[in-house]
């Protein structure tokens, strides 16, 4: 896909100007018009609509057939033959399901995030699909939001690689990537979906936009508005992001469209009167397509005659869309249905397994519980629903995920055990909600007569997603309570958490002896699951996003600023501990909760592993740079354990003061390598001074010199340091 500016100038002159010359006015606003398919048939209103230019592009229409022809009307009976965007939610996968993009995130593994991109987009261009409302790249602190299942979670660097990564895989194979929701809307106040984002400038643009700036570089083709309102003005109808920052400061050539129905909901807001003052507002401020509601259809025409609206913005904006489908090759295309290709579907589920593998995270592993050995196993019970349910294990955005193609963890663990061990099953509860403790006692009899119970428990797909938030992160239902009554039985228990976000572990996280979390995993949730159980491989997931103790510590992040009065272990003080009458500056005088104390339950980039990582020999290249310098960092990483391994090593910064205040760490670089047993490798890491730039107090953004901190190793947490300044 062209994205050099020389060759969108030459799209420009060669097929857009042209193009937009010969189009009347009712051709460009059904440029900017998006309309919903009806399923698998053209209605005659449609084909009619298509036929007449008063369609840009089409939402929801998967059928190969349908789709090509809706294609054909267009190119071959409309007036100018102009191709339609065919869009759809290919959020994960498409056939093949890949975990939720929050586990994907946990993989750290940008390449394998790219390949998948790339078969769900072969995948979905075989329905004729050729534009994606994905990567979702909007920051979510706050686990409450059902739509964390579908970020990165909580932090910008790693957002940005991973989006950038799904933006190639999609573009590369033949589909156009959109990047949504621009901007702010994970920010949703008390993680209620489409609430209210307030967030400072300052903020606004050293975190939520950064992975909106970095694809907008790797020339992502669409960016899609957002629901919220931010800071007072609906994303749909705001001028500062749409303007100022992605057409001005980033010089974006793509095109914008809105969500769903958004611009009409600008008079939801109480931001505008009516749809009329909608249109005004939404046009004005750049959205160029406006998805299903019919606010431009209606109304651009009067307003341009008014003299409201000029006709030299209208052809601006038919110009981003028209360029988008060129820069897609939609115009070279013929449009037949195409055929499914044969043989593929192996690999693509090579690639989920892998993934979802990979997505894993390793949580607690007391005696070394896992890995389990089938030569020492006689015996496993299988426990909870999720553990047997193709279905729930796909995740939020499977519209047209096959759940045949579904591997449960049940049907996997049976298949590893067979003829070596005897697998017992029981399902416990109906559902994830279910409060029916009736399948207990049956649970109860399958956990004492094995060795050990691995527990499949968390929240069906439906509790996450979009509209799907919880103000509660506890395990829904009776699941805590199953845990307890099982705990009894004295036997190892092993839980697998299947989730579309952060849960609150800490009332099960004692009773249970060992935790993988393994998000929704996708079609092959199976294998996965099962290679990690049974140590065919090793965990080598990473929390992407940081785990609360308890909701009330939310929102909590690694990356948040230092404070004033930062706590310690030596300030913080237990609520039982406080002595009655205690003097008010007795106590902590340091940012902490006196339930919950200030650290979290596990915090970002952790996970543990079969094998043992050690970190040593932090060198750095220069103890000194300039600002057009970079700095090497090197580190020894050792497998000082007995299993091959795959580690994420990661490099956090701290610019340690600065004219804003800046947070206590960064995310700047990470990598995946695995070593053998006793392996030892040097890695190498490169700072650049770009990497050190922030957006100071008047929103520029530069590199400030002074000195810098930077740690290395497994988490967040990673305690070997070094300094070194920026002259
Ligand atoms: C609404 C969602 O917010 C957005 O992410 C999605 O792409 C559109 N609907 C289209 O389905």
């Given at each position: 896909?062209?994205?050099?500016?020389?060759?969108?100038?030459?799209?420009?002159?060669?097929?857009?100007?042209?193009?937009?010359?010969q189009?009347?006015?009712?051709?460009?606003?059904?440029?900017?018009?998006?309309?919903?398919?009806?399923?698998?048939?053209?209605?005659?209103?449609?084909?009619?609509?298509?036929?007449?230019?008063?369609?840009?592009?089409?939402?929801?229409?998967?059928?190969?057939?349908?789709?090509?022809?809706?294609?054909k009307?267009?190119?071959?009976?409309?007036?100018?033959?102009?191709?339609?965007?065919?869009?759809?939610?290919v959020i994960?996968?498409?056939?093949?399901?890949?975990?939720?993009?929050?586990?994907?995130?946990?993989?750290?593994?940008?390449?394998?995030?790219?390949?998948?991109a790339?078969?769900?987009?072969?995948?979905?261009?075989?329905?004729?699909?050729?534009?994606t409302?994905?990567?979702m790249?909007?920051?979510?602190?706050?686990?409450?939001?059902?739509?964390?299942?579908?970020?990165?979670g909580?932090?910008?660097?790693?957002?940005?690689?991973?989006?950038?990564?799904?933006?190639?895989?999609y573009?590369?194979n033949?589909?156009?990537?959109?990047?949504k929701?621009?901007?702010?809307?994970?920010?949703?106040?008390?993680?209620?979906?489409?609430?209210?984002?307030?967030?400072?400038?300052?903020?606004?643009?050293n975190?939520?936009?950064?992975?909106?700036?970095?694809?907008?570089?790797?020339?992502?083709?669409?960016?899609?508005?957002?629901?919220n309102?931010?800071?007072?003005?609906?994303?749909?109808?705001?001028?500062?992001?749409?303007?100022?920052?992605?057409?001005?400061?980033?010089?974006?050539?793509?095109?914008?469209?809105s969500?769903?129905?958004?611009?009409?909901?600008?008079?939801?807001?109480?931001?505008?009167?009516?749809?009329r003052?909608?249109?005004?507002?939404?046009?004005?401020?750049?959205v160029?397509?406006?998805?299903?509601?019919?606010?431009?259809?209606?109304?651009?025409?009067?307003?341009?005659e008014?003299?409201?609206?000029?006709?030299?913005?209208?052809?601006?904006?038919?110009?981003?869309?028209?360029?988008?489908?060129?820069?897609?090759?939609?115009?070279?295309?013929t449009?037949?249905?195409?055929?499914?290709?044969?043989?593929?579907q192996?690999?693509?589920?090579e690639?989920?397994?892998?993934?979802?593998?990979?997505?894993?995270?390793?949580?607690?592993?007391?005696?070394?519980?896992?890995?389990?050995r089938?030569?020492?196993?006689k015996?496993?019970?299988?426990?909870?629903?999720?553990?047997?349910?193709?279905?729930?294990?796909?995740?939020?955005?499977i519209?047209?995920?096959?759940e045949?193609?579904?591997?449960?963890?049940?049907?996997?663990?049976?298949?590893?055990?067979?003829?070596?061990?005897?697998?017992?099953?029981?399902?416990?509860?109906?559902?994830?909600?279910?409060?029916?403790?009736?399948?207990?006692?049956?649970?109860?009899?399958?956990?004492?007569?094995?060795?050990?119970?691995?527990?499949?428990?968390?929240?069906?797909?439906?509790?996450?997603?979009?509209?799907?938030?919880?103000?509660?992160?506890?395990?829904?239902?009776?699941?805590?309570?199953?845990?307890?009554?099982?705990?009894?039985?004295?036997?190892?228990?092993?839980l697998?958490?299947?989730?579309?976000?952060?849960?609150?572990?800490a009332?099960?996280?004692?009773?249970?002896?060992?935790?993988?979390?393994?998000?929704?995993?996708?079609?092959?949730a199976?294998?996965?699951?099962?290679?990690?159980?049974?140590?065919?491989?090793?965990?080598s997931?990473?929390?992407?996003?940081?785990?609360?103790k308890?909701?009330?510590?939310i929102?909590?992040?690694?990356n948040?600023?230092?404070?004033?009065?930062?706590?310690s272990?030596?300030?913080?003080?237990?609520?039982?501990?406080?002595?009655?009458?205690?003097?008010?500056?007795?106590?902590?005088?340091?940012?902490?909760?006196?339930?919950?104390?200030?650290?979290?339950?596990?915090?970002?980039?952790f996970g543990?592993?079969?094998?043992?990582?050690?970190?040593?020999?932090?060198?750095?290249?220069?103890?000194e740079?300039?600002?057009?310098?970079?700095?090497?960092?090197?580190?020894?990483?050792?497998?000082?354990?007995?299993?091959?391994?795959?580690?994420?090593?990661?490099?956090?910064?701290?610019?340690?003061?600065?004219?804003?205040?800046?947070?206590?760490?960064?995310?700047?670089?990470?990598?995946?390598?695995?070593?053998?047993?006793?392996?030892?490798?040097t890695?190498?890491?490169?700072?650049?001074?770009?990497?050190?730039?922030?957006?100071?107090?008047?929103?520029?953004?530069?590199?400030?010199?002074?000195?810098?901190?930077?740690?290395?190793?497994?988490?967040?947490?990673?305690?070997?340091?070094?300094?070194?300044?920026?002259?």
């Amino acid at each position: 896909m062209p994205e050099h500016p020389a060759s969108l100038n030459s799209l420009k002159q060669s097929l857009v100007n042209p193009l937009l010359e010969q189009m009347t006015l009712p051709e460009k606003i059904g440029q900017m018009c998006q309309v919903n398919g009806a399923g698998g048939w053209v209605p005659e209103d449609l084909a009619e609509a298509v036929r007449n230019g008063q369609v840009g592009s089409v939402i929801n229409e998967v059928d190969a057939e349908t789709v090509a022809s809706l294609q054909k009307i267009a190119v071959e009976e409309s007036r100018l033959g102009i191709p339609l965007l065919i869009g759809r939610d290919v959020i994960h996968g498409f056939k093949t399901i890949f975990p939720i993009p929050l586990g994907q995130a946990a993989s750290w593994n940008p390449e394998l995030v790219e390949q998948a991109a790339g078969i769900a987009a072969i995948e979905a261009a075989c329905a004729g699909i050729n534009w994606t409302f994905s990567p979702m790249i909007d920051i979510s602190r706050d686990p409450r939001w059902g739509r964390i299942a579908e970020s990165f979670g909580e932090d910008p660097h790693l957002t940005s690689e991973l989006g950038t990564a799904m933006v190639r895989g999609y573009q590369d194979n033949g589909i156009g990537a959109c990047a949504k929701h621009f901007a702010g809307y994970g920010a949703s106040q008390s993680g209620r979906d489409y609430f209210t984002t307030e967030i400072p400038e300052n903020e606004l643009r050293n975190v939520y936009l950064e992975p909106f700036r970095a694809v907008a570089k790797a020339g992502v083709a669409s960016f899609m508005t957002g629901f919220n309102d931010l800071n007072g003005v609906p994303a749909s109808g705001n001028e500062f992001l749409l303007q100022q920052v992605l057409r001005e400061e980033w010089q974006y050539p793509g095109m914008v469209v809105s969500d769903w129905e958004s611009i009409s909901q600008l008079t939801t807001h109480g931001f505008t009167a009516d749809d009329r003052e909608a249109a005004f507002e939404a046009l004005n401020a750049g959205v160029d397509m406006e998805m299903v509601s019919r606010t431009y259809a209606d109304h651009l025409a009067s307003l341009l005659e008014e003299g409201r609206l000029s006709i030299a913005k209208i052809d601006a904006m038919v110009a981003n869309i028209l360029l988008t489908k060129a820069r897609l090759g939609l115009f070279d295309q013929t449009f037949t249905a195409s055929v499914s290709e044969g043989g593929k579907q192996e690999l693509a589920l090579e690639q989920a397994r892998q993934l979802a593998a990979q997505s894993c995270v390793l949580l607690k592993n007391n005696g070394q519980c896992l890995p389990l050995r089938p030569q020492q196993l006689k015996s496993l019970a299988v426990i909870g629903q999720l553990a047997d349910d193709g279905y729930e294990q796909l995740g939020t955005w499977i519209f047209d995920g096959d759940e045949r193609l579904s591997e449960t963890p049940l049907q996997s663990i049976r298949a590893h055990l067979d003829g070596v061990a005897e697998v017992r099953y029981a399902k416990a509860l109906e559902t994830s909600r279910s409060q029916d403790q009736s399948g207990f006692d049956d649970a109860v009899s399958v956990v004492e007569q094995a060795q050990a119970a691995v527990l499949f428990l968390g929240e069906e797909s439906i509790l996450s997603g979009e509209a799907h938030c919880r103000a509660d992160l506890d395990l829904p239902g009776c699941q805590a309570a199953l845990v307890e009554r099982l705990s009894r039985i004295g036997k190892p228990l092993i839980l697998v958490v299947m989730a579309g976000r952060p849960l609150t572990l800490a009332p099960v996280l004692e009773q249970v002896d060992a935790v993988l979390y393994a998000w929704h995993p996708g079609s092959m949730a199976g294998p996965a699951i099962s290679d990690l159980l049974f140590g065919l491989q090793s965990p080598s997931g990473k929390l992407p996003v940081t785990f609360p103790k308890v909701v009330g510590q939310i929102p909590i992040f690694y990356n948040h600023k230092h404070g004033g009065r930062p706590p310690s272990p030596e300030t913080v003080v237990h609520i039982d501990e406080i002595p009655v009458r205690a003097k008010q500056t007795s106590l902590g005088m340091s940012a902490f909760h006196l339930d919950a104390g200030y650290q979290p339950q596990f915090p970002f980039g952790f996970g543990l592993s079969y094998t043992r990582f050690d970190y040593r020999h932090l060198s750095l290249s220069h103890t000194e740079i300039t600002a057009d310098q970079s700095l090497t960092i090197e580190v020894e990483l050792e497998n000082s354990g007995d299993v091959a391994a795959e580690e994420v090593s990661q490099l956090y910064v701290r610019d340690l003061v600065g004219s804003v205040t800046r947070p206590v760490k960064e995310l700047k670089g990470f990598q995946r390598n695995r070593l053998l047993p006793g392996d030892v490798k040097t890695l190498q890491f490169t700072l650049t001074p770009e990497d050190l730039a922030f957006y100071d107090r008047k929103q520029q953004r530069l590199v400030e010199p002074g000195r810098f901190q930077i740690w290395v190793g497994g988490d967040s947490d990673a305690e070997l340091t070094a300094e070194f300044e920026l002259k």
